[in-house]
C-alpha cells in the first residue's frame, strides 16, 4: 500500500532547512542568508499547497504557484533581476493553465486569467528587447490569442469577436512600430491605383 505525504513532513523539511541555513550563516559559508531562507520559505510554503492541488483540492494550485513565484523572485541572482516580473507573473498564469486542464469544460473561464497574465510576463520583459510600440502590438496580439483560445476549445463563439477586434489592433500597433508602415501605405496606393488603371482599360 502506498504510503500518502503528510503535509507536517513538509513542515519539518522547512524547519530542518531553516535551520541548516543559520547554521551555514554562522560558519560564514552564507552571507545573504536571509534572502536565501525567505525563498526557500516561500517555496516550501508553494509546495504545501501544490501538495493540496494534487491530492485532489483545485484551489491549492493558485496560492502553491504564487507563492512558488515569490520564492523563485526572491532566489534570483541579479543578473536575471529583469525578468522577474515574468517569473512572477507567469508563476500565476501557470496556477490559471492548470486550473484549466485538469477540467476543462467546468473551468474554461480559466484561459482568459491564464492568456492574460502570459501575455503580462512576456510584456514585463520585452521593452528591454524592442521599442515600445511592438510592446504594444505584442500585448494586443496576446490578448486576441487568449480570447481565440476560448472560442477554439470552450466553443465561446461570443469570443471570437474580440480576438478579432485585439489582433487588429495588434497587428496596427506592430506595423507602427518602424518603417513597416510606410510600406504598407505605399503598397496600398500602388495597388488601389493599379486597380484603377486595370478598371480604366477594362471599359474600353
Not at 470552450?154 to 510606410?182: E, F, K
Amino acid at each position: 500500500m502506498k504510503r500518502r505525504i503528510d503535509p507536517s513532513v513538509v513542515v519539518g523539511l522547512v524547519l530542518v532547512l531553516a535551520g541548516g541555513l543559520f547554521a551555514l550563516q554562522t560558519m560564514g559559508i552564507l552571507t545573504n542568508v536571509g534572502d536565501v531562507f525567505w525563498g526557500a520559505l516561500f517555496l516550501a510554503a508553494g509546495l504545501v499547497f501544490l501538495f493540496v492541488f494534487f491530492t485532489g483540492s483545485w484551489w491549492g494550485v493558485i496560492p502553491g504557484c504564487v507563492l512558488a513565484g515569490l520564492g523563485v523572485l526572491i532566489l534570483l541572482p541579479p543578473s536575471l533581476e529583469m525578468f522577474g516580473g515574468a517569473v512572477f507573473l507567469g508563476s500565476i498564469g501557470l496556477a490559471f493553465w492548470l486550473v484549466y486542464f485538469t477540467a476543462r469544460v467546468e473551468r474554461w473561464w480559466a484561459l482568459i486569467p491564464a492568456g492574460v497574465l502570459t501575455t503580462l510576463a512576456v510584456v514585463s520583459f520585452v521593452p528591454e528587447f524592442v521599442s515600445g510600440e511592438a510592446t504594444g502590438g505584442i500585448f494586443f496580439l496576446g490578448l486576441a490569442v487568449t480570447f481565440l483560445l476560448v472560442a477554439l476549445f470552450a466553443r465561446m463563439r461570443w469570443a471570437y469577436y474580440p480576438a478579432a477586434a485585439l489582433g487588429a489592433v495588434g497587428v496596427l500597433a506592430s506595423l507602427a512600430a518602424g518603417d513597416v508602415t510606410n510600406y504598407v501605405w505605399a503598397a496600398v496606393l500602388i495597388a488601389a491605383g493599379g486597380w484603377l488603371v486595370y478598371r480604366y482599360f477594362k471599359n474600353e
